[in-house]
């Protein structure tokens, strides 16, 4: 509570008890838990010698009282740090927001909530642990984790992707990992090297649909995997990749890609999810394709103000985010948003993040590519290509009229079946004839249009 309010305490009672001001009467053992509230909140001011319905009575302020409430203080779990501010006859307790969250006493874990200070139940007690860093669940170890459950193939391929390598005892090489510990071994090193990693870690799937609308009804396809930490990504990356059209373009014999969505921006939103995901939640990572869009679905709540989002980065899972790090699936830690805004504004997409007790980022369609060309798009492109294989044929021939078909396959790097069909199809077209015998005879180009 600002120091100008303070000294104006009919304002003070005007205002009455809320989020940031409790009045009590006398002291009392419940000044306790108001502290702790306050603490484990925005912080706020307890006023002692106001009644509960905010009638000034005051109190005497001695040495002793002081003394009482200090050592209160002190006493919490941690300790609190309070500021007395004396207003005639009320003394003021100021309680900032605490930095060591949570804070507790012998009563428990308490939390200001609107005019009360309410009692906090163990998931609250968890949520408020986890998002001011105290417990990691990355950080934890499994305490029944079977060495025979460790996938040696994954191990190798994560130091190959990491470009570590491995010259050391596997033992040292996870230690220095920080995934191996004198405690054991961690969540964070089951996500990444356990063959089956749901076998510790009962969120560790990640789920995958294909909707054929907008509305979640008709569904095409649906895959639940169970890969670790990067198989889980290599498998999404590759499940949305298979199910997004492409446009081509193919211009002075070069072919450009259009796609529908950018594969840098799924691919980035994939690796957020992932790596930044609520192990505690017992839920599943959802990707989902829908006609229009694509969704994916991370639980967890953002561990900072949404007023600071995509410009400060704090990682949920910091062990996860560093395994990763050192791959390249995180070219650098905390730029993952702007990734995937850039990649959207250049392909022409729009992307949308919201925020629940779950972080959404919703990818939209762009208007690049419409229905009809999603429909056509194999046809045209396999038209395309084949047609600039035969301008590429008669121009082989216009060169060197002698020249064989086995010459023009090698030259275009193709098969001599596939360039035989080609001749066919000019023959077809009447846009070539041969002249003479096979052998000893030439081309003729009738209409090079």
């Known amino acids: ?21 409790e009045f009590k009467e006398s002291f009392d053992k419940s000044l306790l838990k ?54 005639d006859n009320i003394l003021a307790i100021e309680v900032p927001e605490g930095k060591n969250k949570p804070y507790s006493c012998s009563n428990g874990f308490f939390m200001r909530m609107g005019a ?8 609250e007690i968890l949520t408020l642990a986890i998002k001011t860093g105290k417990v990691r669940f990355d950080e934890q170890i499994c305490n029944n984790f079977d060495w025979k459950d460790f996938d ?8 190959k992707r990491a470009g570590i390598s491995y010259n050391l ?15 054991g071994f961690t969540n964070a090193g089951t996500l990444y090297f356990a063959k089956e990693p749901y076998k510790y870690v009962i969120s560790s799937k990640i789920r995958c649909i294909h909707f054929n609308d907008d509305i979640r009804v008709d569904i095409l396809d649906k895959k639940e995997v169970d890969r670790g930490i990067i198989g889980n990504i290599e498998f999404a990356v590759a ?3 298979e199910r997004i059209p492409v446009r081509y373009e193919i211009k002075e014999l070069r072919r450009k890609e259009f796609p529908e969505y950018p594969l840098e921006a799924y691919r980035e939103a994939i690796v957020n999810s992932i790596v930044h995901f609520d192990y505690f939640m017992g839920d599943t990572i959802a990707i989902e394709k829908l006609k229009s869009s694509i969704v994916i679905n991370n639980k967890g709540e953002l561990l900072f103000p949404e007023s600071d989002f995509g410009k400060r980065s704090e990682a949920r899972n910091r062990l ?14 905390g730029t993952g948003v702007k990734r995937v805004r850039d990649a959207c504004t250049e392909n022409g997409n729009k992307v949308e993040f919201r925020f629940t007790d779950a972080f959404w980022i919703t990818l939209y369609s762009t208007d690049k590519v419409t229905d009809k060309v999603t429909e056509n798009v194999v046809d045209n492109v396999v038209d395309n290509v084949v047609d600039n294989r035969l301008k590429k044929i008669i121009n082989l021939i216009n060169e060197n009229k002698q020249i064989s078909a086995s010459q023009i396959a090698k030259i275009l790097n193709t098969s001599g079946r596939t360039v035989q069909r080609d001749i ?12 003479g015998a096979e052998k000893g005879g030439h081309w003729q180009v009738v209409n090079g249009d």
């Open 239 to 241: 499940y949305l990749k």
């Open 424 to 435: 066919e199809k000019l023959k077809k077209r009447n846009i070539l004839k041969r002249v």
């Open 116 to 123: 009360n200070s309410q009692k906090m139940t163990r998931n």
């Open 152 to 159: 040696d193939e994954k191990f190798t391929y994560y130091l």
């Open 1 to 21: 509570m600002p120091h100008n309010n303070l000294h104006l305490i009919d304002k003070i009672t005007e205002l009455g008890e809320g989020q940031f001001i």
């Open 320 to 333: 996860l985010v560093d395994l990763l790090a050192r791959t390249d699936f995180m070219e650098k830690a």
């Open 34 to 87: 108001e502290m702790v509230a306050f603490a484990n909140a925005s912080g706020g001011a307890i006023y002692l010698g106001i009644t509960d319905s905010g009638t000034p009575k005051g109190l005497e302020i001695t040495n002793r009282l002081r003394s009482q409430i200090q050592d209160i203080a002190y006493n919490c779990d941690p300790s609190i740090i309070i500021n007395l501010v004396e207003i």
């Open 169 to 183: 005892p596997k033992e040292e090489i996870l230690r220095n990992l920080r995934v191996l510990t004198d405690e």
